[in-house]
């Protein structure tokens, strides 16, 4: 969770500041230290992030990496940088070069916006060509903040996140299928279905109107799968307001209004009209309580009075909402609650007045 908020936080900052940021360093130092010490490396540490890393490359010396992220000693990451103007392309990238000199399992490419993380699924030692896990910082998901997880500092294991790079190499380049499938369909596509309710010769003409029929076939069912999902959460917040509602209903008679607590509402009323119409401070009396409303709601508690029990209490809301419950003698001693019981209708001031 406080990844999630840290990531969220990084991309406010990117958002706000990019326009503003003009060159590769500024990014580096804007964007891309942020993120490496959101992994939980100290970007101020030599021996943990090394700028302008630079290994041995047979004959030809000199060349750098951006940085290089170690671990006991020895190279778990190096990283190239680009503006955040730029498009990130791995040819001729100096990631490559470097991935099989060094002992490094992972390089990342990254213009501080867009994210690419290579391993050597497909031949050991030689990065790959393509990323296994890529996103857009400003556009995250909960399934890759999870994967970026992985990376950090306290959770770092080589052998547990090669042995999902390949599941999620695989998953990224099927998604593209399939993406490219719903919005222009393949005549083998096409077949798939056309094949299995279709009598007749699959000749070209008819896979051609297949393919708008499966186009439309496919795009209503994940429509209808989407309100399917959306109209089930709709369903559960209802049953689940219709039992907090429940909770306050009680049987009429063994519920008694008496008149003291009548007049503790009018003393409430009366502190509170300065700020309210009397109309919406409503009252809701329970067996256990007597409950003063705003708007008749039940998410929206001005104060509670406990007045049956031989002690008397009445209950104030805090900025969180949360109850507390103080004893008084006498209903008369509401008006000491004056400042509470006003700063109470600020809680919902949103309400109140509605942009």
Not at 190 to 213: H, N, P, Q
Not at 297 to 303: D, E, G, H, S, V
Request: aromatic residues 10%.
């Amino acid at each position: 969770m406080e990844m999630n908020i840290q990531l969220k936080s990084l991309a406010d900052k990117i958002n706000q500041l990019k326009s503003k940021i003009e060159t590769e360093e500024s990014t580096k130092h804007a964007f891309v230290l942020p993120f490496i010490h959101i992994l939980g490396y100290d970007a101020f540490n030599p021996l943990e992030v090394v700028p302008e890393f630079t290994a041995d490359l047979g004959l030809k010396k000199g060349e750098k990496v951006d940085y290089a992220i170690f671990q006991n000693g020895e190279p778990i990451i190096i990283v190239e940088c680009k503006s955040w103007k730029e498009k990130l392309t791995v040819h001729n990238s100096q990631l490559f070069r470097y991935f099989h000199v060094t002992k490094t399992r992972f390089a990342l490419l990254t213009n501080g916006i867009n994210y690419q993380f290579f391993t050597d699924l497909d031949d050991q030692n030689k990065m790959d060509e393509k990323p296994f896990l890529e996103f857009d910082i400003c556009n995250l998901k909960e399934n890759t903040i999870n994967e970026i997880a992985k990376f950090h500092k306290a959770n770092f294991d080589v052998d547990n996140i090669v042995s999902n790079a390949s599941s999620l190499k695989y998953i990224k380049e099927i998604k593209k299928l399939i993406n490219a499938e719903l919005e222009n369909p393949s005549n083998d596509f096409t077949k798939l279905f056309a094949s299995k309710i279709y009598a007749g010769r699959l000749t070209e003409k008819v896979v051609d109107e297949f393919k708008d029929l499966v186009q439309k076939s496919v795009s209503q069912f994940i429509n209808d799968k989407i309100n399917d999902r959306l109209n089930a959460a709709l369903s559960k917040e209802t049953i689940k307001q219709q039992d907090e509602e429940i909770n306050f209903v009680e049987d009429d008679n063994k519920v008694v209004t008496t008149e003291e607590e009548l007049d503790g509402y009018r003393i409430v009323v009366a502190i509170l009209r300065r700020k309210l119409p009397t109309s919406r401070i409503v009252f809701r009396d329970t067996q256990s309580y007597f409950g003063i409303l705003l708007d008749d709601n039940n998410r929206k508690p001005l104060c509670r009075l406990h007045l049956n029990g031989g002690k008397k209490y009445i209950s104030l809301f805090n900025n969180n909402k949360s109850e507390a419950k103080i004893a008084i003698s006498s209903i008369d001693d509401i008006y000491q609650y004056e400042k509470e019981l006003l700063e109470t209708v600020s809680l919902y001031e949103t309400e109140l007045n509605p942009v």
